[in-house]
């Protein structure tokens, strides 16, 4: 069954330090998405990207965060200068094949991003 | 902006009862979706709710949704400990767009 992957699973940075996070959205899928989990907390919305073009924001992702989708295959969000508040999981979720109806949305298994 | 609460937050609940976790939204939305997620897991799709009236119901968890009350529950009957998880409910608010998730709740059923 297709699935969406992440790496690395677990990333420790500095602060001030640009990080990469990588997904693989299910391959015939044209919606791709970022959210984030700070420990404990709910699952928030970063932004959504569809036709090579963000498709909507959260107002958490600010100057410092940025999408973008290198070659067919891989989904990325770079953080330029990490904060100690952007510990967190991040999800990565892809959706929609473009036949009409519905897009379940389906989730990676997460990188943990740990900012010292 | 729409907004999703769920109560309650944390639950606690002795094997073999059976309970009910209420999501509230606040904008119309007629699609819902129910995720389990276990300690430094990935969110598990437990239910797709696409209209008002739905009910599914897998194992022992079932899971309605009323558009015009703008509620879901996940009722959980005979709750056994591998049900011990965070359920989460989450609203998109159209075809391919984000979804707000609900604050959670932390579900322990204890021997």
Redesign the interface.
């Known amino acids: 069954e297709p699935e969406v992957t992440q790496t690395p699973s677990h990333q420790v940075t500095q602060m001030g330090q640009e990080v990469i996070l990588r997904c693989v959205p299910i391959s015939n899928h ?2 791709f ?1 970022w ?1 984030r989990q700070i420990l404990g ?5 970063l932004v ?1 990207f ?1 036709n090579n073009e963000i ?2 924001k ?1 107002e958490i992702f600010d100057d410092q965060f940025s999408v973008e989708r290198p070659d067919g295959s891989n989904f990325t969000l770079k953080i330029r200068s990490t904060k100690l508040e952007d510990s967190a ?1 991040y ?1 990565c979720a892809s ?2 094949t473009g036949q009409i109806g ?9 990188t ?1 991003l740990t900012v010292t | 902006e729409l907004k999703v609460e769920q109560n309650p937050l944390f639950l606690s609940m002795q094997e073999g009862k059976n309970y009910t976790i209420y999501c509230n939204y606040s904008t119309t939305s007629d ?1 819902l ?1 129910w995720y389990r997620q276990d300690p ?4 598990e ?1 437990l239910f ?1 709710l ?1 209209s008002n009236g739905a009910v599914k119901q897998e194992g022992r968890l079932m899971a309605s949704l009323d558009t015009k009350a703008r509620l879901s529950t996940l009722h959980i009957t005979a709750a056994v400990h591998d049900l011990s998880a965070t359920y ?1 409910c ?1 609203v998109d608010s159209g ?10 709740t932390r579900l322990q059923v204890t021997l």
């Not at chain 1, 907390?41 to 919305?45: C, G, I, L, R, W």
């Not at chain 1, 519905?102 to 997460?110: A, I, V």
């Not at chain 2, 430094?40 to 969110?43: D, E, I, P, Q, R």
């Open positions: 044209l919606y998405y959210y907390q709910k699952v928030e919305f959504s569809y498709s909507e959260s999981m999800f959706s929609g519905f897009y379940e949305q389906y989730f990676g298994p997460g943990r | 699609r979706y430094g897991k990935s969110l799709s797709v696409l989460f989450a075809t391919a767009s984000k979804l707000t998730f609900g604050t959670g």
